[in-house]
Every structure is written in structure tokens, then in C-alpha cells.
């Protein structure tokens, strides 16, 4: 499902030929139904070609984003891969968002600060950008002051509205690296766990890496235009986790699926990302939840992933999963399983 304009890759470069016998020679796409806006992939004309088709659909990011939780729930009249009441909570100013959930199922977060004035260390303030529609207006400060003073600046530069920073998110940081962790529970699975982890990954943020690439001098010589980086997601990288931290993320991880079965049943399905930092005593925390498949797990693709093919014997992506799953879901009988 394309926008028209941002197409060429999957309609152009990346589609599929396919030799006499159907079987694909080059490329990966059979088709690109291409939209004036993303937001119209809930129109009926849409609609009747997905039916049509009989397609499951793989829900990302850009689903709710574009079209809305509300018309997701109630318009997107297609079978989805997973579980689409989950989509809600990654809203943050949704009463039951993620940080609900976790906080039901114990699970480790960032300390939320209620007011600006309550600020005495630093924090990173979570909102979204205001012209970047899927992008992040984050700011971080270590007092009432510095709070005021980017924010102010970020208003004036467009970069955020006054209405979301009202209902911004405000945590303390946690000074670590960030390990993002794409798993995958499988509700079909007889033989072994059900919870897989499929791989890790860590992103590139603009203009945030720019910076810390600038030794210190030179970031305090920037003008104030370029003093505040941004963090908007440009890309991914592979990673792999010390192997005695392993134990307690997969712990982490079977607490939110528990979570989720008994306040969203039917609960996780599928493709599920776990975001986190790690401070330096080793402790995990989360920042972030998708309950869908994660837009880092594109450094998977084709080569799959250390963690999902040691446990598959087999190159295994998460779009490969997903693929295996619902054909040993059609296979079983069990569709209903898998889709909602």
C-alpha cells in the first residue's frame, strides 16, 4: 500500500518478475495499490480491492498514524495479522496507553514527572512532531528552566504545538544504550516456547546522532538553531545482547504478553517490539511498545537474524515468520487464531 509520490520503490525497484512457471526471477513486490493518501486505505474503493483479493493485512505504524485508531477499529474492514485492539495503546494520552499496561504487569519504565516544575535531573520530554506526522518532537532538560527555554525555541521553530506539549510525557532518562527487542508469540505453537525472539535492533536518530558525533566544543558552538537535536527515526542497525541479560528480558517479555491476554484479550499476536535502555547496572527499562511488527525489524529482511535463525535452524526474518505462521495457520485450520 503505497502513497502516491513515495512508490517508485515498491512498484518500480522492488517488484516481482516472474518466469513461465509463476516462480519470482528478481524482486519482492506483486503489486502496489497506489493511494492519493495513506489515509484513504479506509475508503471502500480500497477496501473491496484488499476483499477482493482475500488479503490479510500486516499492520505497521503508518496504519493508525495515517488513517486513525478510530476508523482502524471500526472501518478497516480486512482481516488484520495480530491483534488490532493493541493498536490503541501505543497512543500515549490513551487512559489504558502501553505505560498502563506495563504498569499492570510490573514491568520496568522510566519514571513519569507530572509537572515541568518538578524537574531536578535530567528528563527527556516525549510529543510528536508538528509537521512530521509519524516523527518525534523530543527534547530533553535537567531543570524547570532548560525545560522553558527549548521549548519555547522548538515552539517558535515549528517543530512542536503548544496543545501536544501540554500533553507531553514527561520521564526521567535513563543514560544507556538502547536495545530495541523484536519477539514474536506464536498462539499456534506445539512444540516449544510460544515467545521467540526474533532479533535486536538499535536505530539512527536525526539529528541526534549528528551530534554526538561532534566533539563537545564544537556541539556548544552551534547556534541556537542547531543546539536542540531532533529525533527522527532515519534508520537500523543489527545488534546482539551480552548473553547473561538474556534471561531477564525474555522474562520481561512473557510478563506483557501475560498482560496483554488479560486486559486485551486475545492478546499479543505475533510480531511485538520492546523498547529499552539499559542503564549501567545492567537494569532494563522500557520507553516503548509496538504491538505490531517494528519498523527496526527491517534489518532482518533476507538475512534474517543471529537469534531467529539460531532458534529456527534457518534464515528467519520477521516477515518470514509472519508468512510461516499464517500458512501453518491455514493449513490448521486455525486462521481465526492468528487475524482480527
Not at 513461465?20 to 484513504?40: N, Q, T, W, Y
Not at 538502547?178 to 536505530?203: A, K, M, T
Not at 520507553?287 to 525489524?297: F, H, L
Request: overall charge neutral; hydrophobic content about 35%.
Amino acid at each position: 500500500m503505497c502513497e502516491r509520490g513515495r512508490e517508485a520503490p515498491y512498484a518500480r525497484y522492488f517488484k516481482a518478475t516472474r518466469g513461465k512457471d509463476g516462480r519470482v526471477i528478481k524482486g519482492v513486490v506483486d503489486e502496489a495499490i497506489v493511494l492519493d493518501k495513506f489515509a484513504h486505505i479506509t475508503y471502500e474503493k480500497t477496501l473491496r480491492a484488499l476483499q477482493k483479493q482475500n488479503a490479510i493485512f500486516v499492520p505497521n505504524r503508518s496504519l493508525p498514524s495515517y488513517a486513525g485508531v478510530d476508523a482502524v477499529e471500526s472501518d478497516f474492514l480486512v482481516p488484520l495479522f495480530g491483534s488490532r485492539q493493541l493498536l490503541r495503546t501505543e497512543e500515549r494520552t490513551e487512559r489504558r496507553s502501553y505505560y498502563w499496561l506495563l504498569e499492570k504487569a510490573r514491568l520496568p519504565f522510566p519514571e513519569k514527572v507530572d509537572d515541568p516544575k518538578d524537574i531536578d535531573g535530567l528528563v527527556i520530554v516525549k510529543l510528536p512532531h508538528k509537521t512530521k506526522t509519524l516523527e518525534r518532537g523530543f527534547f530533553t532538560a535537567a531543570s524547570h528552566k532548560e525545560y522553558k527555554e527549548k521549548s519555547e525555541r522548538l515552539l517558535k521553530d515549528n517543530v512542536i504545538d503548544a496543545k501536544d506539549l501540554a500533553a507531553a510525557r514527561i520521564e526521567r532518562y535513563i543514560v544507556g544504550p538502547v536495545f530495541n527487542f523484536d519477539f514474536f508469540y506464536s498462539p499456534l505453537q506445539e512444540v516449544g516456547e510460544r515467545l521467540e525472539l526474533l532479533g535486536i535492533d538499535w536505530r539512527f536518530e536525526t539529528s541526534l546522532d549528528g551530534h554526538v558525533r561532534l566533539p563537545a566544543d564544537q556541539q556548544l558552538a552551534l547556534p541556537l538553531s542547531q543546539r536542540t537535536p531532533e529525533y527522527t527515526v532515519v534508520g537500523h542497525n543489527s545488534a546482539t545482547l551480552r548473553e547473561s541479560s538474556l534471561n531477564q528480558v525474555f522474562e520481561i517479555a512473557e510478563k506483557y504478553v501475560k498482560a496483554t491476554r488479560e486486559h486485551h484479550p486475545p492478546g499479543i499476536i505475533g510480531p511485538f517490539t520492546l523498547q529499552t535502555c539499559i542503564d549501567k547496572d545492567l537494569d532494563v527499562y522500557i520507553y516503548d511498545v509496538a504491538p505490531r511488527i517494528g519498523g527496526g525489524t527491517n534489518v532482518h529482511m533476507s538475512v534474517g537474524h543471529p537469534y531467529g535463525n539460531a532458534l529456527w535452524r534457518r534464515t528467519m526474518s520477521t516477515g518470514r515468520r509472519i508468512a510461516l505462521e499464517v500458512r501453518n495457520a491455514i493449513e490448521a485450520g486455525k486462521l481465526d487464531a492468528v487475524v482480527t
